[in-house]
């Protein structure tokens, strides 16, 4: 099966945008973890990256899964796959979270990890991706794992999302997409930092539903063969909606991209369909999900060794993120490939699973 290479290149500029935020913004009391001399307007909004996965997540999904009308989703099978895809990983990082800490408690009684609190029943939470399950709040253990979490909800009432979203009529898929914008737009509005909210599904279930709308939208304009220059102009619209401060223009940016990149002849897809793009973008869960914990081992290298810390800011963040990727590349051969294709053997989904509807597709 062929991918939406495009799509699946994107997830990696996403998931670098999230590191980005994570590596250079002071966004707490400690501060950035790297001084790079400037700061950037493009780099605090790093946390937008979880927004675009949100929107492509519920487009691929919805584009793989949504039966067709009056056919009964297979939500046993869907749900198979589905934790195939995600957990294993998400509970090696999770578990080697909590190696740490207890290293950092018990045996090197220092500071390991750039946070504290650690309560065993957020970690019961976490372990069953529960932790999310809410309108927002505290991020928890490995606290990029939120969003994984949230992602979970979005499978278990993945059907409820296929049945609110409207089918066939252009118009009324139009309208359903202003009103998921709409409701965005009241949850950056209440927010104390724009959409910058994490722990809960605020921020999922109206882009999510973007993203099935966005399918749906797609298979009711099947011969339109999409705008040359469509995925510029989605760019423009989110840059500016980081440059204004409008969380939700650039979650409408996104939107346009993640259409305009589902189609052949748009003017980005030859450059994002390189090998070495898609093949990081296939990394880019592991490269998510994993990052923390390189991350916060860094930190120890650096008051443990007053070397590296004299190295310039820019060269510590390109040996981290090389870590960061090798880590990354390294789970996903270890441990997603093979834990994936064991599960879905076990359990037959693979070989029952419905037909893509057509020859292009997407790792996700």
Request: aromatic content about 14%.
């Amino acid at each position: 099966m062929n991918q939406f290479k495009p799509l699946t290149s994107l997830r990696l500029f996403l998931a670098l945008w999230v590191l980005c935020r994570h590596y250079f913004t002071v966004y707490g009391p400690e501060g950035a973890f790297f001084h790079i001399g400037f700061t950037s307007t493009y780099f605090d909004h790093g946390y937008l990256g979880v927004d675009g996965f949100f929107i492509l997540s519920g487009f691929i999904l919805a584009y793989n899964y949504d039966p067709a009308p009056g056919q009964p989703l297979n939500l046993k099978r869907f749900i198979v796959a589905r934790i195939a895809r995600i957990y294993p990983v998400y509970l090696v990082c999770l578990l080697a979270f909590a190696a740490a800490v207890l290293v950092r408690d018990y045996a090197l009684h220092t500071q390991i990890v750039g946070t504290s609190g650690y309560r065993a029943p957020d970690f019961l939470l976490e372990l069953f991706m529960l932790s999310a399950w809410r309108y927002a709040g505290g991020n928890g253990w490995n606290d990029v794992g939120w969003s994984v979490s949230a992602e979970w909800f979005a499978y278990v009432f993945f059907p409820l999302f296929l049945l609110a979203a409207p089918r066939f009529s252009r118009i009324r898929i139009l309208l359903a997409g202003c009103v998921a914008l709409v409701v965005l737009a009241a949850v950056e509005a209440a927010s104390p930092d724009h959409l910058s909210l994490s722990g809960g599904v605020a921020r999922l279930v109206p882009e999510f539903m973007l993203g099935v709308l966005l399918c749906r939208l797609r298979e009711a304009v099947p011969d339109h063969g999409g705008y040359a220059w469509g995925a510029l102009v989605s760019l423009a619209v989110c840059a500016t909606g980081v440059a204004v401060g409008v969380d939700t223009l650039f979650v409408a940016g996104a939107a346009g991209l993640v259409f305009s990149l589902s189609y052949k002849n748009d003017v980005l897809t030859r450059a994002l369909s390189l090998r070495s793009l898609v093949f990081l973008g296939e990394v880019s869960y592991c490269l998510y999900i994993v990052q923390r914990i390189p991350q916060y081992m860094f930190a120890f290298a650096r008051r443990q060794l007053p070397g590296l810390t004299a190295l310039p800011a820019a060269v510590q963040a390109t040996l981290l993120l090389a870590l960061t990727v090798g880590v990354a590349i390294l789970l996903h051969f270890a441990i997603e490939k093979p834990m994936r294709r064991c599960i879905n053997r076990r359990f037959d989904t693979k070989a029952k699973a419905q037909p893509a509807k057509s020859p292009w597709s997407v790792h996700l």
